[in-house]
C-alpha cells in the first residue's frame, strides 16, 4: 500500500540552528512534491514544490531536496526563528490529488 | 484579496444528527478540494471538484457522505446520520486549475465534534 512517512517524533531545536525533516514515500513515483507549513488551527499553508528532475530547491531560509531512488525528501530550515514554530507537511501530487504525510512539529527555542 | 472562507468554523452535534459544512473558494478558482484531518493523522482526500462537477469522489468514507458545488462557487459537504468517528477537521482547498503544479490554498477548516 501507499505510505507516507515523516519524522514521528517533534523536534525541538534551538533558536539560529537548522532543522531537518525527512519525508519517506513507497509505492509512489510522484513527478512532483510539495512542503506545507500548518500553524494550529489553520489550514496548510503552500511553502515550495519540488519536481522530479530538481535534486534541490531553494526559497529565503528553506531548502528542499528530492531523490527519487531513495524515495526521500529532505526539508531544511536555516537560522531558524521562534516564529517557524510550526507543523510541516509533505505532499505528493497525483494529477490534482495531494497525499499527504503526518507532519512534523517543530518547536524552535529562542 | 479574500482567501478560502469556510463555516462555521466549529461544529458540535450528537451522532445520528446531519450536518452541513460550507466552503467559499477564492474567486476565479475552478478547482475545489475537500480533505479531513483527523486527530495526527495527515490529511485525507475526500472529493475534488472541477466546475461546478465531481469527476473524483473516491475518497468519501461512506454514503453518509456527499458535497455538491454551485455556480463553480460555493460547495457544501454534507454528513448524514453523524458518526463519532466522523469527528474531525474539514478542510476546503481551492485552485485556479487542478494541474500537477497548481497550489492549493487551504481555508481554515471546520472542527466537526460529534457526541
Known amino acids: 500500500s501507499q505510505k507516507i512517512e515523516q519524522n514521528s517524533e517533534a523536534l525541538n531545536i534551538q533558536e539560529g540552528k537548522t532543522a531537518t525533516l525527512t519525508c519517506n514515500y513507497t509505492?509512489?513515483?510522484?513527478?512532483?512534491l510539495q512542503w506545507y507549513r500548518q500553524d494550529p488551527g489553520r489550514g496548510p499553508v503552500f511553502l515550495l514544490l519540488?519536481?522530479?528532475?530538481?535534486k534541490e530547491k531553494r526559497k529565503e531560509r528553506l531548502k528542499v531536496t528530492f531523490d527519487t531512488t531513495l524515495k526521500q525528501s529532505l526539508f531544511h530550515i536555516t537560522a531558524s526563528q521562534p516564529a517557524d514554530s510550526a507543523t510541516y507537511l509533505c505532499?505528493?501530487?497525483?494529477?490534482?490529488?495531494?497525499?499527504f504525510g503526518a507532519g512534523t512539529t517543530v518547536t524552535v527555542r529562542a | 484579496g479574500a482567501g478560502v472562507s469556510q463555516s462555521p468554523s466549529n461544529k458540535v452535534t450528537e451522532k445520528g444528527k446531519d450536518v452541513e459544512l460550507r466552503c467559499d473558494p477564492i474567486?476565479?478558482?475552478?478547482?475545489l478540494y475537500w480533505y479531513r484531518q483527523r486527530l495526527g493523522q495527515g490529511l485525507e482526500f475526500l472529493i475534488y471538484?472541477?466546475?461546478?462537477?465531481?469527476p473524483d469522489k473516491s475518497g468519501l468514507p461512506s454514503d453518509r457522505f456527499s458535497a455538491e458545488r454551485t455556480g463553480e462557487s460555493v460547495s457544501t459537504l454534507t454528513i448524514q446520520r453523524t458518526q463519532q468517528e466522523d469527528s474531525a477537521v474539514y478542510l476546503c482547498?481551492?485552485?485556479w486549475g487542478s494541474g500537477h503544479q497548481e497550489t492549493q490554498y487551504f481555508g481554515p477548516g471546520t472542527r466537526l465534534l460529534v457526541l
Open positions: 482547498a481551492s485552485s
Open positions: 509505492n509512489y513515483s510522484p513527478a512532483y
Open positions: 519540488i519536481r522530479e528532475n530538481e
Open positions: 505532499a505528493l501530487i497525483n494529477d490534482y490529488k495531494l497525499s
Open positions: 474567486s476565479g478558482h475552478t478547482a
Open positions: 471538484f472541477q466546475g461546478n462537477s465531481a
